[in-house]
């Protein structure tokens, strides 16, 4: 039986482009920034980048039902 050994090397980032972070939560990308409540982040270079680690809490806030709808954080502004 023959074996191989594959060698892979990742780097890991914590900011994602618009794209990636669609793909990172499982959002078609069109659907991502009307979805998606996480704010993306000013680079000092003027481009806008989502942090992971917001992503994450965004989704684990969905998986736990603590996110806020928009109506109803428009009723609460009433």
Do not use: H, Q
Not at 11 to 24: I, V
Not at 43 to 70: E, F, H, Q
């Amino acid at each position: 039986m023959a074996s191989a050994t594959l060698n892979i090397k990742v780097s890991p980032r914590r900011m994602l482009g618009a794209r990636e972070a669609a793909e990172y939560c499982g959002i078609a990308a069109k659907r991502f920034p009307v979805e998606c409540a996480v704010t993306p982040v000013a680079m000092p270079s003027g481009v806008k980048l989502y942090d992971m680690r917001d992503l994450d809490a965004w989704i684990d806030s969905l998986k736990s039902g603590d996110a806020t709808g928009d109506d109803e954080l428009i009723g609460k502004l009433g």
